[in-house]
């Protein structure tokens, strides 16, 4: 049962564009028992469908810089393969902690983000 809460609520942020992997990855970790190579293994496998959802859907609602996407699907690729590798040289704790500082360090992208843009705004509002 809670596979199926866990694919809709990833399912929902990802529809959002805002990486319901990470989702699925932070409740596989917390609710299960799964090692972290399991845990973003079985993240991959669902990310296939739920992307290819997306780009149907992108594409019928004309969402999409081929420019820009090819050499970012390209370089992406290349990325993975050797994302790859070096996963699996590391031991399972230290990949948990380092996906841990990843989420911190985006975490405070977001609210700087959020706050710069809050700014901005409120200059915008007041000129």
Known sequence: MKEILF??????????GMGGGT???LL???FTN???HLIQGTNLIF????AIVAIFMN???KKIDYKLAFPIIIFGIIGAICGSIVSFKI?????KKFFGIFLIIISFFEIYSFFKQYIL?????NN
Request: charged share 15%; glycine share 12%; net charge neutral.
């Open 7 to 16: 694919g809709i609520i990833s399912g929902i942020v990802a529809a959002l």
């Open 23 to 25: 989702i699925l990855i």
């Open 28 to 30: 596989l970790g917390i």
């Open 34 to 36: 799964m090692g972290q």
């Open 47 to 50: 990310f296939i469908p739920t």
């Open 59 to 61: 594409i019928k609602n």
């Open 91 to 95: 031991e399972n704790n230290e990949l």
């Open 121 to 125: 705004t409120k200059k915008e509002n």
